[in-house]
């Protein structure tokens, strides 16, 4: 075989091996967590509904449902809380009293997985803002995170250190 065929052969190869290889390597790149909502009650599939926003929405984490769980999603009767313990882990509660006063259950929701994600609490008042929870009103139903809030998820995952409070009882109240 010739040199000049040898290389592009050589080159030819060694492109392959980059495309086969760089799917596989960006995947790695993405943090799975598994959440068990199956002690969500009646608001189970508003969690689903939730965690599918956040796959939508960001890029380096990806929720699913699975046990053993990173994080669980109780319903009780008290104001919607998370208790995030680490990045990715934590426990929250999707509290009926918030609902009852008329609250988007999915918004809750959404914004309490949030704080597991490593967002704090930003008492904004904007509606576009999801961390801005309660603070928006209840006619505020908007479930998204917004530009910054999806890009801070994003750093918090590739590295960055997350701005929430650790081991401390996130209420949105």
Not at 80 to 102: D, N
Not at 110 to 128: A, Q, V
Not at 151 to 162: H, L, M
Request: with cysteine; glycine share 8%.
């Amino acid at each position: 075989m010739s040199r000049p065929l040898r290389l592009v052969l050589s080159l030819v190869l060694g492109l392959a091996l980059l495309l086969v290889t760089a799917p596989a390597q960006a995947a790695q790149l993405v943090t799975v967590l598994r959440y068990d909502a199956s002690r969500a009650a009646e608001f189970t599939s508003v969690v689903n509904q939730a965690a599918q926003i956040w796959n939508s929405s960001v890029a380096n984490v990806r929720l699913v449902q699975g046990t053993p769980a990173h994080f669980v999603v109780y319903a009780d009767n008290g104001w919607p809380r998370a208790l995030p313990t680490s990045l990715g882990r934590g426990t929250i509660w999707i509290g009926r009293q918030a609902t009852s006063q008329g609250y988007n259950a999915l918004r809750i929701s959404t914004h309490e997985i949030g704080h597991i994600l490593g967002l704090p609490d930003r008492r904004t008042g904007r509606c576009s803002d999801l961390m801005s929870g309660s603070s928006a009103g209840v006619t505020c139903t908007n479930p998204y995170p917004n530009a910054a809030e999806r890009a801070e998820v994003d750093r918090n995952f590739a590295g960055g250190a997350p701005t929430v409070e650790f081991g401390r009882l996130h209420v949105d109240r």
